[in-house]
């Protein structure tokens, strides 16, 4: 019955909202435009001739329009003039060259591999006096290990562009150098990828001897978690504290705090965590062993009175967004007057939030009636997902046009619409409806679900993807029983962006099941993590 009311509310009023490129052109550049141009050129509705008239019409030139907008129209590879000549050189002629090409050609770790002993040592020779980092890289690719040499002469930056291209090469670091390295304005980014990777573990293992009062924030917080995956529980400490006194956000102040707590056990952690104003895991999960109450949780209503402002409509809340995102705190309060209605609800608490500057947790439940159906955790797990989302905006398109309150990428949207659903003339823009948005993510999870039972792990999914999740599970080193179980492998899942999401929509998630009335312990969700993966192993 449910099923034939959702097709009778498709086939009666269809969602007819689609541009061609002349109306495009007289709309603002956002990513609403950005992705109706997109959308022509995958359909192949822009020529190569238009196409070449619409660079200044895309506003985020990266990505997927990139991709598609290249394929009608190729970039060639730009070679500033002043170095073009540099390029009639090769290997067996570049000692022919002026000085300025033979180090701008040196800057190549190809370049330099494809060269004979003899000719980077006299290379070396004529740069070192006016170009030493490139008579540096020119000796060291002359000796056994480049990636050992730069790491026993402490030459941090050609260490992390040989690392890139000796990936393979495992070696122990002396402590002089991992102090040096450290200091490298590219070690944060080194650091995170072989720790959350796990690779290059005579390299990992070097790192834990690195000063933790020479690092900070994020840096910090990994080489802890670093430290703990060698048992070296007091310098993970060190970085954990490190981290914590560094942090300038409170969420990620209170993640350094609980890692201080749960290797130290020290009570006063816990209760300096349990009395954190901000709604994350590690302070509701202090709250409830402590036995304190949630964050200050505000139930954002709104008036009955009318609204003319089409919520359907992705340029007029593109506009919207770029007036809010503009606007100082007089110009918001004018604003949340405005949108003070049920109907803009949404937009009422995404101006609220802002007037804020984000320090108060409010929560909303708009178009509760698509969701009053389904069973109380599966309504918390849809609006969980949707506050990360998109705080609930019908028309919210990300850099990677997902679509909706639901953020709904199109191919999901069209394979759940066109072929598992089979409604007839499916669009994809149909998701912008909060009532279609609900109804594919409550089908989508029930497909998660069948795989995997725990709302982290189906947070997961709905992020990266059910391959990567699928991948990530199937992994001996992931949510095993361990002394720092589950919170180790959560803070080690290999998309950043994944990482985060989850540990949000748990929060979320939480808060939620407490709306609605049917509580639910955050400890008991940590508790069957290790379980449910074990209980998993039979369906991935």
């Not at 490129?21 to 109706?36: F, P, Q, V």
């Not at 490298?184 to 290059?200: P, Y």
């Not at 609220?352 to 109380?376: A, C, G, H, T, W």
């Not at 850099?399 to 309150?405: F, P």
Request: charged residues 25%; aromatic residues 16%.
């Amino acid at each position: 019955m449910r099923l034939f009311l959702f097709l009778f509310l498709f086939l009666t009023f269809p969602f007819a909202a689609e541009y061609d490129l002349k109306t495009l052109r007289i709309k603002e550049n956002s990513l609403a435009k950005d992705y109706y141009i997109h959308r022509l050129l995958e359909e192949k509705k822009i020529n190569k001739k238009e196409a070449q008239n619409l660079a200044n019409h895309i506003f985020r030139y990266v990505g997927k329009i990139k991709t598609e907008f290249e394929k009608l129209v190729p970039v060639q590879t730009y070679i500033d003039p002043a170095y073009a000549p540099c390029f009639n050189y090769n290997k067996k002629t570049i000692l022919d060259a002026n000085l300025t090409c033979k180090n701008y050609r040196s800057n190549s770790l190809y370049f330099i591999s494809s060269l004979d002993k003899t000719t980077r040592t006299k290379l070396a020779k004529e740069l070192k006096q006016n170009y030493p980092n490139s008579a540096f890289k020119l000796e060291a690719f002359n000796q056994d290990n480049p990636l050992a040499y730069s790491a026993q002469k402490l030459n941090s930056s050609a260490f992390l562009q040989f690392y890139d291209y000796f990936k393979n090469n495992d070696l122990v670091l002396s402590d002089e150098f991992v102090n040096e390295l450290a200091k490298h304005g590219s070690f944060k980014t080194f650091a995170q990828n072989i720790i959350i990777k796990k690779k290059n573990p005579k390299i990992r293992a070097s790192l834990v001897n690195i000063n933790p009062q020479i690092v900070k924030e994020d840096t910090a917080f990994y080489l802890g978690v670093n430290a703990l995956l060698h048992d070296e529980e007091k310098q993970a400490f060190a970085f954990f504290q490190q981290a914590y006194l560094s942090f300038k956000m409170s969420y990620t102040k209170d993640n350094a705090l609980f890692w201080m707590y749960l290797i130290s056990k020290n009570e006063q952690y816990l209760e300096t965590l349990a009395q954190s104003n901000s709604l994350n895991i590690y302070a509701l999960y202090a709250k409830e062993l402590r036995n304190k109450p949630f964050p200050e949780i505000i139930v954002l209503t709104a008036d009955d009175k009318k609204s003319n402002f089409d919520l359907l409509d992705p340029f007029l809340w593109q506009n919207l967004n770029k007036q809010i995102q503009n606007a100082d705190e007089a110009e918001l309060l004018k604003l949340a007057k405005q949108f003070n209605s049920q109907h803009t609800l949404a937009i009422y608490a995404y101006i609220m939030e802002r007037v804020s500057k984000f320090k108060k947790n409010y929560f909303i439940m708009p178009y509760f009636e698509y969701l009053k159906d389904y069973p109380v955790q599966r309504q918390a797990l849809i609006m969980a997902i949707a506050r990360q989302e998109s705080r609930f905006i019908p028309t919210a398109i990300s850099t990677s046009y997902a679509l909706g309150v639901m953020q709904f990428m199109p191919f999901l949207a069209n394979h759940i619409g066109q072929k598992e659903l089979k409604i007839p003339n499916f669009d994809q823009d149909e998701v912008f409806k909060p009532e279609v948005a609900y109804y594919f993510a409550n089908h989508h999870l029930n497909y998660l679900e069948t795989y995997l039972n725990s709302p982290v792990f189906v947070a997961y999914a709905y992020n990266g993807g059910i391959g990567f999740t699928r991948r990530m599970l199937e992994r001996p080193d992931m949510f095993k029983e361990g002394k720092y179980e589950p919170f180790l492998s959560m803070e080690l899942v290999p998309y950043q962006e994944s990482r985060i999401y989850a540990k949000k929509v748990l929060a979320n998630y939480i808060v939620y099941q407490a709306l609605l009335n049917d509580n639910i312990k955050i400890s008991s969700i940590f508790e069957n993590l290790i379980q449910n993966k074990a209980n998993l192993a039979n369906k991935l």
